[in-house]
């Protein structure tokens, strides 16, 4: 990480796989409920009191979708590795050139990360069983290294999530369901802390995601006029950085109340003709 803590080095392991599965249970809550809806609550009663924690919404989904994910996968991954491939690893191969790693296993040493290795392959085959992968992500989750890990990871999917304003949408409108449901809001208005205001700023490229008014050169003088919650407050709208947008100072107060479906124009980094 550069000294400005900007800019940060990552191996970016499984990104966009974490960040489609987000996608994915984000489009239909209904369907989702079952596995999420509990967490999107919890997530939901913290934020009412919350005011633009650096830990945003976002990164709490995605913490607990990559955990989830890294630990089926890794369940899936030894209760269907062939027999004999696993015998011939364990009697031909060395050990540090052996086929069969958990993918859990792999991430943390992506990440650098010191962890205990999973000891289920060397086991008799009647010893062998899916218990066995659970059981160590269950010791895993008590260690810092996988809480880093966690963290590390969320913050590469936020990375790429943040730019997506149809997911940032499903997931404050979730939340504000929950929050409703749960008779919590609505919640108190506050101001949006500096690093906020950059953050929308840039993702937004200095425009109104309304009219694409181009608002660059005014960073120092954005203030609550131009920064939109994308679900009101009104509508049980969360203080969030993943809940702001950038309209000029007309579409803001045009806007009010209201919310609409997020804007689906994105600004090309070049030109092309053929497009």
């Not at 979708?65 to 004999?84: N, S």
């Not at 296993?105 to 659970?134: C, Q, T």
């Not at 993702?203 to 009219?211: A, K």
Request: glycine share 6%; hydrophobic share 40%.
């Amino acid at each position: 990480m550069s000294g400005s803590g900007l800019v940060r080095q990552s191996p970016l392991f499984a990104t966009y796989h974490m960040a489609d599965e987000i996608e994915q249970l984000l489009e239909d809550p209904l369907e989702s409920a079952l596995l999420w809806g509990d967490l999107v609550g919890e997530i939901a009663e913290d934020s009412v009191a919350a005011s633009f924690p650096m830990n945003t919404v976002l990164h709490q989904l995605a913490a607990s979708v990559i955990g989830d994910t890294l630990c089926r996968g890794d369940i899936e991954f030894y209760a269907t590795r062939p027999e004999g491939r696993i015998e011939f690893q364990l009697e031909a191969v060395p050990d540090d050139q052996r086929a069969f790693t958990l993918w859990t296993e792999i991430a943390m040493r992506r990440y650098g990360l010191a962890f205990e290795p999973f000891k289920g392959w060397e086991l008799p085959k009647n010893e062998r069983h899916e218990d066995l992968v659970s059981d160590w992500h269950d010791e895993l989750r008590m260690t810092e290294s996988y809480h880093r890990l966690l963290a590390r990871m969320s913050e590469d999917v936020f990375f790429i999530l943040f730019a997506n304003r149809q997911v940032l949408f499903n997931l404050n409108s979730w939340i504000a369901d929950k929050i409703e449901w749960r008779s919590l809001g609505p919640v108190t208005r506050t101001r949006p802390p500096s690093w906020a205001k950059r953050a929308v700023f840039f993702r937004d490229r200095g425009r109104c995601c309304i009219c694409g008014t181009d608002l660059s050169g005014l960073l120092s003088q954005i203030g609550i006029a131009n920064l939109d919650h994308v679900v009101p407050l009104v509508a049980n709208g969360i203080n969030d950085v993943t809940n702001l947008q950038l309209l000029c100072d007309h579409h803001n107060a045009a806007k009010g109340g209201r919310y609409f479906e997020p804007a689906q124009t994105y600004e090309a980094w070049f030109h092309r003709d053929t497009l």
